[in-house]
């Protein structure tokens, strides 16, 4: 199935909807009273026939915003100006029906406050048709200032059908042989050269190693000295942010890497806070995303290393508390902004709408703490919303980023990406087949067929010859931008090439879009004044890459591919690629209490963001570090790494005796 299969969703209504009421005959029409004529009946006759108007405009409205959502991604439909003239004649056969129809349609029992209700979903209607017109016009004026072509994505054909999985898909924008990209000097215009001499010897990559030390100290002394127990650092103001529900997300999200790189010290005293002072319980408002990602995985990883039974306790803690979110949905699946209660109490849920990333990246934690605890509660609730989804859409492979979870149904204005808001449901496909001991091919058929309609639907080639993941918005409308959340991409392709999920020609075609990927996402840091990537890059018909979302977050993406290349391949070029944007960081982004993002890497001298995520040591900084060791150290045949980074052995079975899911479970009361 085609990107369009979440029209399935299509066979269930949505709220909102009117129906004309029922036919009365005139028996029941009320009596007219001696010496009363006709005239004199109007004005109620006006007021059911506003009613009726009402109610057929709703009736229109409703169809209209059905149309826009379920309209197939390669509908013939797909031009927006012939789409609206199909709406406008159904809307004038609708009103032509209205007008045929007779007074004794109308019912009695309709009172004004029907009236008001029938007004009142006319208006949220409009207001919705109004809002999606508007977006779909700012982005028509951002292409337009940026000399940006919109290309219809329904011009792009639907993915081969193969009943050999190991099959390559039949060419699509290129061959493979366009695919080999030349990395010879003169290829592309450099503006960072490259030092020939530096030294990657054995010496040299202990001198790196320890620099990369000195940065994750230099980082954690000012995190404890000016934000400790608070989320994130504020290296400017030299404060802290409670930017994450004040759950201490740097202190969790970081022993793993003091302990893989030596940092004892500051890992005991990591250790002493988590023991004491995390309270996943908190009262504030919480991303359950976040919240998984970061601090259960970071407990999860810390145990892994250390054996500390402290954090997998932790870990439990919270995970009972995170629970009962997702009983509280047909679908299994939970709602993203929480306020987790005490034990015992009723989580408060805040809105309906959850994205791709947000409810489909629980699997790698949730099921590695069942394997620790014996407890098949855990990953019953992550392997529920996989399921699920494989079930509502089957052969499906890129799925819309934004679900109505209540209703199961993806809404109307969707969105396909391998980055915002889907990146870690895609990569967590593959991670949960590897998790699994490569046995649930569930998750293996689902990556492949996710990752072969990527390449046939969002994979482009610029005019400079570089490969790239767009993005189709608006249903139908490709984007001709690679997002830095995106560069994880290729280290994936590449671990599913080495561990089998593909095989033959169809792995070979992999691992060339992951080498070119990877090139284009360093490319993304080379041609940067500064040297570090932006959030976002669009390319242009004529002037391929520039700048997009000016920002740097100290993101770990392009430096995760980096690392699995150079281990699957054992290049150096990847080393010197990984090493020149170190050297980036610590000229840019270095300050005196730690390390701060840019808002601009195209201005030189940069303007500092104020935030050192805590990302930047769980991940950037770690990555940094794995790519200057031995293999031996975290060896990729041993230890899952998760979407933040933090490792999982792989070696460790599925309990066979698992306790009663009922027993850890928070009751909703």
């Not at 792009?156 to 493979?176: C, H, I, K, R, Y």
């Not at 009972?320 to 408060?348: A, C, D, E, Y």
């Not at 072969?452 to 993941?469: A, C, H, P, R």
Request: net charge neutral.
């Amino acid at each position: 199935m085609g990107i369009d299969g979440a029209g399935q969703s299509g066979r269930f209504t949505r709220g909102g909807s009117s129906q004309l009421p029922r036919r009365t005959s005139s028996s029941h029409l009320p009596p007219r009273y001696p010496g009363q004529t006709r005239h004199k009946r109007q004005p109620e006759h006006q007021g059911k026939l506003v009613l009726l108007f009402f109610i057929l405009i709703i009736g229109s409205c409703t169809i209209i915003i059905q149309h826009r959502l379920f309209l197939p991604i390669d509908s013939k439909t797909s031009d927006p100006h012939l789409h609206r003239k199909h709406l406008r004649a159904e809307q004038q056969d609708l009103q032509e029906q209205f007008t045929s129809h007779k007074l004794s349609a109308l019912d009695s029992s309709y009172t004004q406050s029907a009236i008001h209700n029938a007004t009142a979903k006319l208006q949220a209607t409009v207001k919705d048709i109004k809002r999606q017109q508007g977006k779909e016009q700012q982005i028509s004026q951002i292409a337009a200032n940026n000399d940006i072509q919109l290309v219809d994505a329904s011009s792009v054909p639907d993915p081969p059908v193969t009943q050999n999985p190991t099959q390559a898909p039949s060419p699509n924008l290129f061959s493979l042989d366009q695919l080999n990209i030349n990395n010879s000097a003169g290829a592309f215009h450099f503006q960072h050269k490259l030092d020939p001499t530096e030294d990657f010897s054995a010496t040299g990559l202990d001198k790196k190693r320890r620099l990369v030390k000195e940065a994750a100290a230099h980082s954690w002394k000012a995190y404890e000295e000016h934000a400790w127990g608070m989320d994130e650092l504020q290296p400017i103001t030299q404060d802290g942010k409670e930017s994450l529900g004040g759950i201490g997300a740097t202190i969790v999200d970081s022993p793993d890497t003091l302990w893989l790189m030596g940092l004892k010290d500051d890992f005991s005293r990591a250790r002493e806070w988590v023991s004491t002072s995390l309270k996943c319980n908190s009262s504030r408002r919480i991303s359950l995303f976040e919240t998984n990602i970061r601090v259960v995985g970071g407990l999860i990883g810390a145990f892994e290393l250390t054996e500390d039974h402290m954090f997998l306790d932790k870990a439990v803690e919270c995970v009972n508390l995170m629970l009962p979110v997702f009983q509280t949905s047909w679908t299994g699946i939970p709602n993203n902004q929480v306020t987790l209660k005490s034990t015992g109490k009723k989580p408060r849920l805040h809105g309906s709408l959850v994205s791709l990333a947000e409810y489909g990246s629980f699997g790698v934690e949730f099921y590695a703490l069942s394997q620790r605890t014996g407890n098949a509660s855990y990953a019953e609730a992550a392997e529920t919303i996989y399921r699920w989804l494989n079930e509502r859409f089957p052969g499906q492979g890129l799925l819309p980023t934004r679900l109505n979870r209540n209703r199961g149904t993806f809404t109307n204005m969707k969105t396909y990406t391998m980055g915002a808001m889907a990146d870690s449901y895609y990569e967590y496909l593959l991670k949960m087949w590897l998790l699994k001991g490569q046995k649930d091919d569930m998750y293996r058929s689902m990556w492949e067929s996710s990752m072969d309609e990527m390449m046939t639907k969002l994979m482009n080639v610029s005019v400079g010859g570089l490969l790239y993941i767009g993005l189709i918005q608006q249903n139908t409308m490709f984007m001709p931008r690679l997002e830095h959340l995106t560069c994880y991409l290729p280290g994936n392709l590449a671990l599913g090439v080495v561990y089998g999920a593909v095989n033959g020609s169809k792995a070979d075609h992999y691992m060339a879009v992951a080498k070119n990927l990877t090139y284009s996402c360093w490319q993304m840091y080379e041609r940067m004044p500064v040297g570090l990537a932006p959030e976002m890059v669009w390319f242009h018909p004529t002037d391929d890459l520039q700048a997009g979302s000016n920002a740097n977050q100290l993101r770990p993406e392009v430096l995760e591919s980096f690392f699995y290349m150079w281990r699957f391949t054992g290049d150096v070029m990847y080393q010197r690629w990984a090493w020149q944007i170190f050297l980036a960081f610590e000229k840019y982004s270095k300050v005196e209490s730690g390390y701060a993002g840019l808002e601009d890497v195209m201005a030189v001298p940069p303007v500092h963001d104020n935030v050192m995520q805590s990302f930047w040591l769980a991940e950037t900084l770690k990555y940094l570090y794995l790519l200057f060791s031995s293999p031996d150290v975290l060896p990729l045949d041993k230890w899952l790494l998760s979407t933040e980074a933090h490792p999982i052995n792989l070696q460790l079975p599925l309990q066979s005796s698992l306790k009663s899911v009922s027993q850890h479970i928070v009751p909703l009361v």
